[in-house]
């Protein structure tokens, strides 16, 4: 529960409320087909679409109350509306109210990449919600998605993981002006988001003033690649910054480092077997370790958590189907996660054949053709048996080969699917890659098994 009612909420807001009696709030949605009893129904006024187009849905599925903003569509008889002159500043100034009651320290991710990851990781290891620590939902980490994260959060809320993205300038001190965290961790600052941010200096500098926020009494988390992506902005930071690259530790000993199956020895969480599958995912979980230890959980009960770690949907999930092994890696896309991700595919063990199919990685900007084309370059490395490239991105991904791989390039994700169908044997192991618009996750749906192929030939 919000722990708040209708009135309440106009009071913090300074709302004019059109309702005759306070009815308490279960939690905030700006989705009218997420809505169920209790629910407060935030109507944002989107580029696409506007929430108030919307109200009718979200009172006969049962929110108790709207929040509106004058002269924007139709209002229900006998629907509560909170009517205030912008709903996306004032769903940020709830959040920020609710965050004022929490007595609970903050902790910020950011990052060019492994921000969901890291914040799933280390909810994880800090006991998640049997221990009250609140973790912001998928990657809740926009204007839009960090204040309705914030509003999920218990009162009873121990420790409050907030992931903070950004996709242009300005944007990251919208944000710190709804949550200010008093330890930030950076995951990594490359090539993203280009198109609103402009070149890799400019996400630096943006990415830096998470961390310039945090307090002298705070902490900030980086490794040593992030450590010299920020050597200029680091200067000013007043927490006390810890630099270390966990797979360096002195005195770890890697046994084995086969996808799926990392077993080693580590200097303070003992003997590790972890079913990860790619290097920074290792290294992200033994950081959050790090950052969990240094909030009070003991080192004997982190080793069994580490053990247990299970990454987010859609970042290097593994699928087993008709004998064929899926990297579902599609939930999103940028030069630095391509790389990983055929780093892992590279070195994935008794694949027959490697098939890959990758598609655009969106807001690259000016550079978007030649970091496309750099992909290429490293499907031609990763022993790739068939690459279908989806989209333009896919496109230039397949020119970038120079030739050296087998390739095919289609529009949509229903065209590779149809590929996939009539081509994938037992024993092959596909990667799946792209940007969200690309939505390759559709695939998956569309496969067709060999029993159901076995089926159709026969009748």
């Known amino acids: ?72 569509g139709e209002r229900p008889t006998g629907f509560a509306c909170l009517v205030v002159p912008d709903t996306l500043k004032a769903l940020g100034a709830l959040a920020r109210f609710h965050i004022g009651r929490l007595q609970a320290p903050v902790i910020g991710i950011t990052g060019s990449v492994g921000k969901t990851t890291a914040k799933d990781f280390l909810f994880q290891l800090l006991g998640g919600a049997a221990e009250n620590a609140f973790a912001a939902p998928a990657s809740y980490n926009s204007e839009v998605g960090l204040p309705l994260a914030i509003l999920g959060a218990p009162l009873d809320t121990k420790t409050l993981v907030l992931e903070f993205g950004i996709n242009a300038p300005g944007e990251m001190e919208i944000l710190l002006g709804i949550a200010r965290p008093r330890y930030v961790w950076m995951t990594a600052i490359g090539a993203s988001h280009l198109e609103g941010l402009g070149g890799v200096e400019t996400v630096a500098f943006e990415k ?28 000013i930071w007043q927490a006390h910054l810890e630099v270390r690259d966990p797979l360096m530790e002195e005195g770890l000993k890697v046994q084995s480092r086969t996808p799926g199956n990392w077993v080693f020895e580590h200097p303070r969480f003992g003997a590790l077997h972890m079913k990860l599958h790619a290097e920074h995912e290792i290294a992200s979980a033994l950081t959050a370790a790090r950052i969990a230890s240094f909030f009070g959980v003991p080192d004997n009960v982190l080793q069994k958590r580490l053990t247990q770690l299970v990454p987010p949907q859609g970042r290097m999930t593994v699928i087993h189907r008709d004998g064929v092994t899926i990297l579902d890696d599609a939930y999103n896309a940028n030069p630095l996660s391509m790389h990983a991700a055929l780093d892992v595919f590279k070195s994935w063990p008794h694949a027959q054949r490697r098939i890959a199919v990758l598609g655009s990685m969106k807001e690259l900007g000016a550079s978007s053709e030649v970091l496309h084309r750099e992909v290429g370059h490293w499907v031609s490395e990763a022993q790739v048996d068939l690459l279908i490239g989806v989209g333009s991105g896919g496109a230039w991904i397949a020119q970038g080969t120079a030739d050296a791989v087998n390739c095919r390039v289609v529009d949509d994700a229903a065209a590779a699917a149809a590929i996939l169908n009539q081509t994938l044997q037992e024993g092959d192991v596909l990667l799946l890659k792209a940007s969200r618009a690309e939505a390759l996750e559709r695939i998956l749906p569309m496969w067709k098994s060999k029993a159901s192929s076995s089926l159709e030939a026969g009748s």
């Open 1 to 72: 529960m919000l722990g708040l009612n209708t009135q309440e909420v106009a009071q913090v807001l300074g709302a004019n409320l059109f309702t005759d009696a306070p009815q308490p709030i279960r939690r905030v949605v700006m989705d009218s087909r997420a809505v169920v009893p209790g629910d407060l129904f935030v109507a944002l006024v989107g580029a696409r679409t506007d929430g108030h187009e919307h109200l009718r849905q979200a009172f006969e599925k049962g929110a108790v109350a709207a929040l509106v903003q004058p002269d924007h």
């Open 208 to 235: 830096a003033k998470l961390a310039e926020a945090a307090p002298e009494n705070g902490r900030i988390w980086i490794d040593e690649v992030v450590a010299e992506a920020m050597q200029e902005h680091r200067l």
